[in-house]
């Protein structure tokens, strides 16, 4: 971990490990529940003929996600998992903060939009969160980026402040 290097993230550290953390315990529990081979989208997304969902994302839920449940469950499940251990540990966490943006906007767009409410405002706070470490990468502070990407020189010298 780079404790030395100079930067006012600190804050955005502390949010990206809690975020990691919630990824990591979801993911967990799907880990737990064998969730790739239950009946995952009848309890998360609900009846996809009879929600009200854009047009084009419930074509793709019911032409893609239902036939190959099983597959997305364990792209689900692995997703959370990975993006969350890597937020946690501060690795690439650019990359795995966008890839848990992608994971995101699918539960926003299925989950979030079927059921509203808690749920809605739930993934738009992640959403959030995730787009912003896309942007300032917290990684680098109380994470494995900072021992990876170092800024300036690299030898101990005054390198940039």
């Given at each position: 971990?780079?404790?030395?290097?100079?930067?006012?993230?600190?804050?955005?550290?502390?949010?990206?490990?809690?975020?990691?953390?919630?990824?990591?315990?979801?993911?967990?529990?799907?880990?737990?529940?064998?969730?790739?081979?239950?009946?995952?989208?009848?309890?998360?997304i609900g009846d996809i003929a009879t929600l009200d969902l854009y047009p084009w994302y419930k074509t793709f839920l019911q032409s893609y996600v239902v036939p190959h449940s099983e597959i997305f469950g364990y792209l689900v499940m692995i997703?959370?998992?990975?993006?969350?251990?890597?937020?946690?540990?501060?690795?690439?966490?650019?990359?795995?903060?966008?890839?848990?943006?992608?994971?995101?906007?699918?539960?926003?767009?299925?989950?979030?939009?079927?059921?509203?409410?808690?749920?809605?405002a739930h993934q738009q706070i992640f959403i959030i969160a995730l787009a912003i470490f896309v942007l300032a990468s917290p990684g680098r502070t109380l994470g494995l980026d900072g021992l990876l990407f170092r800024s300036g020189s690299g030898k101990g010298g005054k390198g940039a402040r």
């Open positions: 971990m780079n404790l030395k290097e100079r930067t006012y993230l600190w804050y955005l550290a502390a949010l990206r490990i809690y975020v990691g953390y919630y990824l990591v315990t979801q993911g967990y529990r799907k880990f737990q529940r064998d969730f790739p081979k239950g009946d995952w989208v009848g309890r998360q997703g959370e998992l990975a993006v969350g251990a890597c937020l946690l540990l501060g690795l690439f966490t650019r990359v795995n903060a966008f890839i848990g943006l992608f994971i995101l906007v699918n539960y926003y767009l299925g989950v979030g939009m079927a059921r509203g409410g808690f749920m809605l």
